[in-house]
């Protein structure tokens, strides 16, 4: 089955800090596809960065960088330097590779960025 | 622009009664999807479809109904079997993914519903 798990529910952390969302998943899949989208307080959801399970290459864009490791099915999301208009509810989310083309979501990581 | 509509934004559902929600995309996407999300909850598929006449069972389908009579309008009927449907319903579209199933999915705004 698949399954992907958020522990962090909530974050809260002061400007300009430096913060890491949590992610593990589960699948017995070869082929994957690993994706974090934001959710912004309006509601839609923002696509951030798709992973394949064939690319353990870490990667950067901007302030944000992603950690992927197969060994230890994680795939944690960092933001630096962190700005109030980062306050959001962050998901990472599963793709089998399948044909289907669904997602599994874990649940969210609220984060509140003070002033 | 290009981008999923979805309406209306607010929708109140009297008990018994048959609601239905908008989805309508001009990305020109061959695959739509309807999810829920419920507090503090990730988002669960409900219904998806790769192609117009076809669709697919989510995980929680049961009180809920769609149709796919075009490309671009993916229509979510809640029905008055379906207990528990105060939620926020969003709805996606992607390019086909029996081409490239590593395409992300584009949302919509989302649609919040609540029984009166």
């Known amino acids: 089955a698949q399954k992907v798990t958020q522990a962090q529910t909530e974050i809260s952390v002061v400007e300009k800090e430096d913060v890491t969302l949590d992610c593990v998943y589960e699948t017995r899949d070869t082929t994957y596809y690993l994706f974090w989208y934001k959710q912004p307080p309006s509601g839609e959801l923002v696509f951030l960065i798709r992973r394949n399970s064939f690319d353990e290459q870490n990667e950067i864009s901007g302030r944000y960088s992603w950690n992927f490791q197969k060994s230890t099915s994680s795939f944690n999301f960092t933001i630096t330097a962190s700005q109030v208009v980062d306050s959001a509810v962050y998901f990472c989310?599963?793709?089998?590779?399948?044909?289907?083309?669904?997602?599994?979501f874990g649940r969210g990581t609220q984060l509140t960025v003070w002033p | 622009d290009g981008g999923i509509t979805q309406s209306p934004k607010y929708l109140f559902r009297k008990e018994g009664q048959n609601v239905t929600l908008s989805c309508e995309q001009n990305?020109?996407?061959?695959?739509m999807y309807w999810y829920r999300q419920d507090p503090g909850q990730g988002l669960r598929l409900i219904y998806y479809s790769q192609i117009v006449n076809d669709f697919q069972k989510g995980d929680i389908a049961e009180g809920y109904s769609v149709s796919r009579e075009k490309k671009e309008s993916f229509p979510l009927t809640v029905t008055s079997a379906q207990k528990n449907p105060t939620a926020f319903y969003l709805c996606?579209?992607?390019?086909?993914?029996?081409?490239?199933?590593?395409?992300?999915?584009?949302f919509g705004d989302g649609t919040r519903l609540s029984i009166l």
């Open positions: 990305l020109n996407h061959d695959a």
């Open positions: 989310a599963l793709d089998r590779g399948s044909t289907l083309g669904r997602l599994y």
């Open positions: 996606a579209s992607t390019w086909d993914i029996r081409q490239d199933s590593n395409q992300p999915q584009h």
